[in-house]
C-alpha cells in the first residue's frame, strides 16, 4: 500500500495506466480472438464526480448551479450508505489512481473517451454502454429538483460532451423518477439524441412502478422503441437493510433486493400487458434471483390468480420476455445452478453481457466466453449479438477492429 500511494504522488508513474492495469484482460482478448466478432458491454461506468466542474455549468437552475459549484458537486450527490465502500480501502489501484492517468496526446478528445476507450480496447469490447456511478445514489436525496437539476444537467453534459464526438460510446440516460413530469420531458427532449439507446431509472427507490403518474413516460419510451433498464443499487439506510452490520450483506442482498421489489409490481400489476412493446432490462443483479422469483410468483400466481387480473401468462413467461446483465454472475457454487438459470431465462436470447468496469467486482468478457456448456454461436450472442438487435446497433465490427490492428501496430504503448 505504501507503494501505491507513492505511485499516486508521481504522476508521472505508468502503474495506473489503464492499458498497463488491464494487461491479462488484453491477452485474454487476444487468445480467445474476440477480434472475430462483436462485443457490445451494456452496463460500464465512469466516474461523473471527476467531470463535475464541466457537468455544474450544465445546470440550469442558477441557485442549484451556484450551489453545486461552491460545494464541488457534493450538495447534489444522494446518499446510499458510508461513502467509498465499494473502493476496498483502495485495494484496487485503478479507483485511487485514476485521476492521474497521463493521456498520449497533447489535444486529445475530453478525457472520459480517451480513457473509456483504453478499458474497452483491453477488453475487446466494440460497444459500451455508459452509466455514472455515485448518482445511482441521487434518487435518495432529499431535494427532488436537486435529482431533477443534476440529471437534466448530467444527460446534456454526456450527450454534448462524450456521445456526440465517440460512436463507441453509448447510454440509457438517467431518469429523475421523483418528478414524473421532469422525467417525461427528458425522454422527449433527448430521446433523439446521437447515442441514446434507452433510459435508466435506478432501482434504489420507494415510488412504485405502476403508479398512474408514470404511464406517460412508458407510454412514450413504447413509442420510440426505447428500452427502459432498471440498475440496480443498495441502500444501506434501508429499514431492513440497516440491520446488516458488513458491506458484503448490503451488495449480496440491496443489489437484487430493490429490482425484485420493482420487477414483482411491473409483472403483477399488468405493465407488460398493457405496454407490450416496451422492452425492460434489469441492470447489475445478477441472475442467481431470477429462477427463486419465478417460481414463487408462478406458484403465487396459481393460487390468486384474481389478484393479478391483467395477466393472460405465467409471471415467468413474461420474465423470460424481459432483458437481464449478466453481471455479477454467480459463478462460485453449483454450475448446474447456473446452467439451469440460463435456460429458465432463455439467455440464448435475453442475456446481456455486462461488465460494470471499473467497479470491484467486475467481469471480463471471459466470465461468458469460457462457460463448457454454451455453444460458440450463444456465446457470441450473449456478449454482443442480443445487445445489437435489442438497442438496434450497427455493425462496424470490421472496419472497427481493422482499425484497431493497425493503431497498435504504430503505437509505442503495447501489451506485454
Known amino acids: 500500500m505504501d507503494d501505491m500511494h507513492a505511485a499516486i504522488r508521481d504522476p508521472s508513474n505508468e502503474a495506473f495506466d489503464t492499458r498497463t492495469l488491464l494487461t491479462n484482460a ?48 457534493r450538495s447534489l450527490e444522494g446518499q446510499i450508505g458510508p461513502p467509498g465502500m465499494q473502493e476496498m480501502a483502495g485495494c484496487i489501484t485503478r479507483y485511487p489512481g485514476r485521476t492521474h492517468e497521463k493521456l498520449d496526446i497533447a489535444v486529445p478528445p475530453h478525457r472520459d473517451i480517451t480513457l473509456t476507450k483504453r478499458w474497452m480496447d483491453a477488453l475487446g469490447v466494440d460497444i459500451a454502454c455508459m452509466f455514472p456511478t455515485p448518482m445511482l445514489g441521487l434518487a435518495m436525496h432529499p431535494q427532488v429538483e436537486a435529482e431533477v437539476g443534476l440529471a437534466r444537467a448530467y444527460n446534456r453534459w454526456l450527450c454534448d460532451t462524450i456521445l456526440t464526438e465517440e460512436p463507441r460510446i453509448k447510454s440509457m440516460l438517467y431518469l429523475p423518477m421523483n418528478d414524473p413530469a421532469a422525467a417525461l420531458r427528458v425522454v422527449e427532449e433527448f430521446g433523439d439524441c446521437k447515442g441514446v439507446i434507452g433510459f435508466m431509472i435506478t432501482s434504489t427507490r420507494y415510488k412504485p412502478v405502476y403508479d398512474n403518474a408514470y404511464m406517460k413516460i412508458y407510454a412514450a419510451l413504447e ?150 456448456f454454451l455453444s460458440l454461436d450463444v456465446k457470441q450472442a450473449i456478449l454482443g449479438g442480443n445487445a445489437r438487435r435489442l438497442f438496434g446497433l450497427p455493425n462496424f465490427l470490421a472496419e472497427h477492429k481493422l482499425a484497431r490492428g493497425a493503431l497498435e501496430e504504430r503505437t509505442e504503448h503495447k501489451y506485454p
Open 26 to 73: 488484453a491477452r485474454q482478448a487476444e487468445r480467445r480472438r474476440y477480434h472475430e466478432f462483436m462485443i457490445v458491454d451494456v452496463d460500464a461506468h465512469h466516474y461523473e464526480t471527476d467531470s463535475y466542474e464541466g457537468i455544474i455549468e450544465f445546470i440550469e437552475d442558477p441557485v442549484l448551479r451556484q450551489l453545486a459549484r461552491y460545494t464541488k458537486g
Open 223 to 372: 413509442e420510440r422503441g426505447l428500452p427502459l433498464a432498471f440498475h440496480a443499487a443498495y441502500n444501506w439506510n434501508d429499514q431492513m437493510l440497516s440491520q446488516a452490520n458488513r458491506f458484503i450483506k448490503v451488495h449480496a442482498l440491496g443489489f437484487t433486493f430493490f429490482n425484485i421489489i420493482h420487477l414483482t409490481n411491473w409483472i403483477v400489476n399488468g405493465l407488460p400487458e398493457r405496454f407490450p412493446k416496451l422492452k425492460t432490462i434489469w441492470v447489475e443483479s445478477g441472475l442467481a434471483w431470477l429462477p427463486f422469483v419465478m417460481q414463487r410468483l408462478d406458484n403465487e400466481y396459481m393460487m390468486r390468480s384474481s389478484e393479478a387480473p391483467s395477466l393472460k401468462r405465467l409471471p415467468s413467461e413474461y420474465m423470460r420476455d424481459m432483458f437481464f446483465t449478466s453481471q455479477p454472475m454467480e459463478m462460485v457454487g453449483n454450475r448446474e445452478a447456473l446452467e439451469l438459470t440460463f435456460k429458465m431465462i432463455k439467455a440464448e436470447t435475453q442475456l446481456l453481457y455486462s461488465s460494470d468496469y471499473p467497479h470491484w467486482d467486475m467481469d471480463l468478457p471471459s466470465t461468458i466466453y469460457d462457460l463448457p
